[in-house]
Every structure is written in C-alpha cells, then in structure tokens.
C-alpha cells in the first residue's frame, strides 16, 4: 500500500480536528495526546518503546477493529494511541487471529526501522511552541 493511500485513509479515520498524529511505512499511526516539539521524534519514541512484539508479553497482544468508515481493519496493541492499519487487499486469511498477526508484524517492522511517512500537525498555530 502506498504513502498516499495511507494517509488518506489516517485523515478519513482521525478526523478529529485537535489530534496530531504521526504516520510511519507500514501503516503504523502514533495519535500525539500531548504533541510537543518536534511530532515525528516525539512518535519515533513512543513507537520505539511501543511498537516491536515481543510474544509471551504485553507487546505481543492485539486487538482488532473492523472499520466502519474505510475498508480494513486497524490492530491495537498495548498502547492505546499506537494503531496499524491493515489494508482490504493485504491478508489472505481475513480472519481476526490472521489480520491482528499481520497488523502486529507491521508494527513491529515499523517499531523497529522507524521511517517517517508523514506528519499531520494539527496543533493550533497561534499558541508559541
């Protein structure tokens, strides 16, 4: 799936007006409760910490939510703001033990290579950071 997919369908499912949120390769979002400073090192951390699996542990645990808004799923993990979209076309078996494997593998790849996507910075711009 391409960058711009990707981002398009973030913008679709965080519609939220108030929220940053930081896009990574595989389709790894961190949302920024807090955003502060510089957003794509302030998720780089977060996912960082949050992203690689790790089975047997809380970082091997998913879940998963079947959209209503775009086609797809988006798999949770233990951390509440760090969310992996995994597109229509990508799993060959579409049940929820398969898209929330796959969707944890993406992750972990994005948790561990760490590439930038893109950036939605949506803090107020008149308020001095």
């Known amino acids: 799936m391409n960058t711009e997919m ?3 369908v973030w ?3 965080l519609a939220d007006p108030g929220k940053s949120w930081v896009l990574f ?3 790894t979002c961190v949302v920024l409760t807090a ?3 510089t957003l794509a090192e302030q998720a780089a951390e977060i996912l960082r910490e ?3 699996a790790h089975a047997g542990s809380s970082a091997g645990d998913f879940g998963v939510i079947d959209l ?3 086609e797809g799923w988006v798999v949770t993990g233990h951390h509440d703001d760090v969310l992996t979209y995994v597109g229509p076309d990508e799993p060959q078996d579409r049940s929820e033990i398969a898209v929330g494997m796959l969707g944890r593998a ?3 790849q994005d948790g561990t290579e760490l590439h930038v996507v893109h950036v939605e910075d949506r803090r107020d711009p008149t308020i001095a950071r």
């Open 35 to 37: 955003p502060e400073g």
């Open 50 to 52: 949050f992203g690689p």
């Open 6 to 8: 990707l981002t398009e």
């Open 106 to 108: 993406k992750r972990h």
């Open 68 to 70: 209503k808004d775009a």
């Open 11 to 13: 913008q679709r499912l």
């Open 25 to 27: 390769e595989h389709g």
